[in-house]
DNA sequence: CCGAAAACTGTACTGCCGGTACAGGAGGGA
DNA sequence: TCCCTCCTGTACCGGCAGTACAGTTTTCGG
């Protein structure tokens, strides 16, 4: 890795954690110099504004997050003939990862996003849209595997319940962030894995 | 009312609306007071500071959501006398209620202040866990009825139950503001109401 | 209708922050 | 050797939160 590249990569790691606790606006670009131990014209030398540091950072923790998902799914599928029982165990695998967290979750930055809305341009919206459209094709994929095996017992839209997966995840971090309940997260997901348990039956 | 109150209404109004679209550090003093057509020092006549503003707008917000749970689930109520019945039509009423609002939900102050987490003081994290335990309550209490005459498929604690319907409210809301559909948290509420409506089963 | 309190206005200032501008320097590879 | 990448240093601008405080208008009870 070249050291322009080894700077970048530590900028944007102290601005995630800085980000995820205190939101855009709550972090200034003066408190990620100081820690990361560079000057303001270095900063600026990586990224020319606050909102090209908004986009790296948002893509960066999407392809991580995409990672993740990959990793532990895939697993899961490897482990796991059935499509139905592969999905619950991923999600158990998912829900264990999270529960191991000490602090629990850091936060997701597509909520970020979200809640800053308009401080942000087009472009990192676009992104932010993408991001979550990924997760619905990604849980849709699965979803319609298990129905060629099962019998769902309730007729329910295909990409309503792909998107289930992501609102029980991001409402997870928001509940168990209010409630300073660092396992809440990993709960609620157990709790979702029970409803989808109990809605497929075999063919 | 007096003159006053009248003035600090219209202040949180402006800033309700201010925050929920561009977060907390992205609204300035400026901003409020030009919209609200008062001066700086009339603003902190009323607010001594921002911290006192953000505690204001959350519990304003934290009552008024509150009075709206009490309508509808009260007439829900009030319409059917089983208590499953009650609490789906409970749903049903409150997804058509968020399915009605043209740009969908404005954005919930709660989950604003569990992304700033650390840039606010202890009192007012406080306020929002308890907003949070209001709404474990107020569910769980509503579960506990039911599960008095429904048997419940699957064994589930009550209060993750309970915790359930704030998660599937506050993560709807987060992806319907990501892929930029507005009737997203709606469905999301029908969605978690089969769920709810599958898992009970008469004693 | 008077007086006091409430509800402001006006002005001037501090310090932090995002951002700009630009000159210059260290270090490494061709 | 020279150029390119990767910075440092310095100086500056305008916006914003917040302070201080004196003065003014509005309201409302007695």
Redesign the interface.
């Known amino acids: 890795m070249r050291k322009g590249e080894e700077t970048r990569v530590r900028i944007l790691d102290v601005a995630e954690a800085a980000v995820l ?6 972090t200034s670009i003066d408190e990620l110099i100081a820690e990361t131990g560079i000057t303001k014209s270095g900063f600026f030398y990586h990224f020319h504004d606050k909102n090209e540091l908004a986009k790296a950072l948002l893509e960066r923790y999407i392809e991580n997050d995409n990672r993740i998902y990959d990793e532990i799914f895939g697993r899961a599928r490897e482990l796991m003939d059935d499509p139905l029982q592969s999905f619950l165990l991923g999600l158990k695998l998912l829900s264990e990862l999270l529960a191991d967290l000490p602090n629990g979750h850091p ?2 930055l ?10 942000f341009d087009r472009e990192i ?1 676009e992104i ?2 993408e ?3 990924t997760w ?1 094709r990604r849980f849709r994929g699965m979803f319609e595997e298990i129905m060629a095996v099962y019998e769902p ?2 007729d ?2 295909v990409d ?2 792909a ?2 997966v ?10 168990s ?4 309940e660092p396992t ?1 997260l990993a ?2 997901i ?3 894995r ?2 989808v ?3 497929f039956k075999p063919k």
Chains 1, 2 share one sequence.
């Open positions: 606790s205190k939101g855009f606006g709550g936060g997701c597509v909520a970020v996003i979200c809640v800053h809305e308009r401080a919206q932010n849209r991001a979550a459209l619905r017992r309730v329910l839209d309503q319940l998107d289930m992501s609102t029980v995840i991001e409402g997870g971090i928001v509940i962030k209010a409630l300073r809440g709960e609620q157990l709790v979702f029970s409803f348990k109990m809605l």
